[in-house]
């Protein structure tokens, strides 16, 4: 394979990662919206607890997808140590997300329904950025290549 296939190749395996992990993005990002206003109208939280625990159930919704759909063909081998790397990555992107909103709600005082649901979408913005590379890189690790099968050797007759 010449070095441009092989180039293109990989473009379009990130290109197709990056759309299904978009799509479960997508729609966990759905998720934790919906919760978080839910929460934020229908109880009485305060605005970053109804954040957290609406980005706890979007961390969950989010693991099912990309464990089942965008990254169904990584290693699956070390079951404890993927959950355990996911979690901790997602508690970091958790702490990005939920600390452009605290930022923004006790820092600068913006606390209307419009400016905590944006920069609640802000901030899973920003930690979007951050969970792709490390789930990417460190939990959902892609298999080695494998090398082609040998040609079989075949006697030559005269």
């Not at 197709?16 to 939280?45: D, Y």
């Not at 063909?73 to 959950?83: A, P």
């Not at 209307?112 to 944006?118: D, E, M, T, W």
Request: proline share 4%; aromatic share 14%; no cysteine.
């Amino acid at each position: 394979m010449s070095d441009s296939g092989g180039m293109r190749t990989r473009v379009q395996r990130l290109w197709r990662e990056v759309a299904k992990f978009g799509a479960v993005g997508a729609l966990g990002l759905l998720v934790n919206m919906v919760a978080f206003n839910l929460l934020r109208h229908a109880t009485s939280l305060p605005v970053v607890r109804a954040s957290l625990l609406a980005t706890v159930i979007a961390v969950v919704f989010n693991y099912v997808g990309l464990r089942y759909f965008a990254y169904r063909d990584r290693e699956k081998s070390g079951r404890g140590r993927e959950m355990g790397l996911f979690l901790l990555f997602s508690l970091a992107g958790a702490v990005i997300e939920n600390g452009i909103l605290y930022a923004a709600t006790y820092g600068a005082d913006w606390n209307s329904p419009l400016q905590s649901n944006f920069f609640k979408f802000l901030g899973i913005a920003v930690a979007t950025l951050f969970r792709f590379w490390s789930y990417r890189t460190w939990v959902f690790r892609t298999l080695p290549e494998r090398a082609p099968a040998p040609e079989p050797l075949v006697a030559h007759q005269k």
